[in-house]
Structures are given as structure tokens and as C-alpha cells.
Nanobody, 124 residues
Framework: QVQLVESGGGLVQAGGSLRLSCAASGRTFSSYAMGWFRQAPGKEREFVAA????????FYADSMKGRFIISRDNAKKTVYLQMNNLKPEDTAVYYCAARGGVAAEGRPSKYDYWGQGTQVTVSS
């Protein structure tokens, strides 16, 4: 199994940046594809970005493309989400997730492990 713990959330002004981190425990981190999702109050969980097990390919939701960057450091067992030009509508709880596979996957049900989430609040 893989345990995931997100960090780096907080309060930021519109136009600012944050970098979220997701620290994983377990010896097989490099064999999992990773993803970031977010969920705002009253809304369904939304796909943000995903990265293959090798880190060679990344994928983004259209609304995040060009602003957010997902990356991973397998030596540190950590996946990152760099968020730039943040907007108030980005306010949500952000979750890190892992799945046993290499293919990009934007559906939450296809992920096997989840972190507890970290709150991101963007003020206008």
C-alpha cells in the first residue's frame, strides 16, 4: 500500500502561487501513476492533473492547463503541484492520489490511494 500526505496549502491572493507537496510512504511509489484532484464545497471532486509512473508524461484538465504544473521526485517519494496565477475559483481542498498503473486517468474512482487533502483558499 501507499500512504499519501499533502501539504503546502494555505491562503493566497489572486494572482499568486502555491506549491503543494504530496509525500508518500512505501517502497513502490515509483510504480504508481499519480494525480491531483480538488473539491470545492457543494461540488464533485474534479480532476486537476496527472503524471505517469516515470514522470515522462503529464496531463491537465483544460481549466488548469498553462497555470498548473505537476511533477514528481521518486527519490524523495514526493509529487508536487505548482499552481500559478491562482484565481478565487481555484479555492478547494486539493487531494493527492495514486493508482497502480501507468496510464493517465482523470476519474477519481480509478485511483487506489488518497491523501487527506490540503485546503487552498484564494482571496480576491
Amino acid at each position: 500500500q501507499v500512504q499519501l500526505v499533502e501539504s503546502g496549502g494555505g491562503l493566497v491572493q489572486a494572482g499568486g502561487s502555491l506549491r503543494l507537496s504530496c509525500a508518500a510512504s512505501g517502497r513502490t511509489f515509483s510504480s504508481y501513476a499519480m494525480g491531483w484532484f480538488r473539491q470545492a464545497p457543494g461540488k464533485e471532486r474534479e480532476f486537476v492533473a496527472a503524471i505517469t509512473w516515470s514522470g515522462g508524461s503529464t496531463f491537465y484538465a483544460d481549466s488548469m492547463k498553462g497555470r498548473f504544473i505537476i511533477s514528481r521526485d521518486n527519490a524523495k517519494k514526493t509529487v508536487y503541484l505548482q499552481m500559478n496565477n491562482l484565481k478565487p475559483e481555484d479555492t478547494a481542498v486539493y487531494y493527492c492520489a495514486a493508482r497502480g498503473g501507468v496510464a493517465a486517468e482523470g476519474r477519481p474512482s480509478k485511483y487506489d490511494y488518497w491523501g487527506q487533502g490540503t485546503q487552498v483558499t484564494v482571496s480576491s
